[in-house]
């Protein structure tokens, strides 16, 4: 039996060692690949901004001695900006700047007919009892003078038509940026 032990022994002893070992060998893998790639490709960039804007010019009549005021406006469409200004003569303050000159040179009954000009300072003045000044005559020979040529006495329709004269050019040129902006399609109602 000792026999049969011994072997047993050897050949548990024979089939470990004949097992290749796995972990001193190295593994070699083979492969072999074609691949073909095709890309096509559309790039499309859109880049949207607001347009240019028109901006109103400022007009500046800040010194106190001129009788102007200032106007501006603009139009900005898609494609087109239109911007301009100016400025308007304030005919009533040129009128007391010229009298107020006036009678500080000693010169009354001017400075009272330079005012007479108002249909208002008119009014106000024959009301009062004092016409206006008519061709360096005042008081009642003035006030007949007036009543002998009534169409010679101001009326506010003149003072109208002088503020309306500049009204229009400001219209006109509100009216034509306007119909630019509907002829290029940048203003819609």
């Given at each position: 039996m000792m026999i049969k032990r011994i072997f047993a022994v050897l050949f548990v002893v024979l089939c470990i060692n004949a097992v290749p070992s796995q972990a001193n060998d190295p593994i070699v893998t083979e492969s072999t690949s074609n691949s073909t790639v095709t890309t096509n490709g559309k790039t499309e960039t859109t880049v949207k901004s607001p347009p240019a804007s028109a901006i109103s010019p400022s007009i500046?009549?800040?010194?106190?001695?001129l009788c102007t005021v200032g106007v501006s406006?603009?139009?900005q469409t898609q494609i087109l900006g239109i911007s301009g200004?100016?400025?308007v003569r304030d005919?009533?303050?040129e009128r007391l700047k010229l009298a107020k000159t006036v009678y500080d040179m000693g010169m009354k009954v001017a400075a009272v007919s330079i005012m007479c000009g108002d249909p208002r300072v008119f009014q106000a003045m024959w009301k009062a009892g004092t016409p206006c000044p008519y061709d360096g005559k005042?008081?009642?020979e003035a006030k007949a003078l007036w009543e002998a040529n009534p169409d010679q006495i101001p009326t506010v329709a003149d003072q109208e038509t002088k503020r309306n004269d500049t009204a229009?050019?400001?219209g006109y040129g509100i009216l034509g940026s306007i119909l630019i902006g509907i002829a290029t399609g940048g203003i819609a109602f």
């Open positions: 500046n009549s800040s010194n106190s001695d406006g603009a139009v200004g100016g400025t005919l009533n303050c005042i008081g009642a229009k050019g400001i």
